[in-house]
């Protein structure tokens, strides 16, 4: 399970909503700045900003 400071957003400090099993891959929405991230390594439990390559 990622440590208390993994589950904050990387961008405003929130506290994020994880369920714990999130996968490589996985999407995480800040609910308080909107902000969208990735989840890129589960251990150690890594988020970096989602870039929408379709766009």
Do not use: I
């Not at 506290?15 to 308080?32: K, R």
């Amino acid at each position: 399970m990622a440590d208390r400071s993994d589950r904050c957003c990387p961008d405003c400090g929130a506290d994020l909503d994880l369920l714990g099993d999130e996968e490589v891959g996985a999407l995480v929405d800040c609910p308080n700045c909107g902000a969208v991230f990735e989840v890129v390594a589960t251990v150690p439990f890594t988020l970096a900003p989602f870039v929408d390559e379709e766009k």
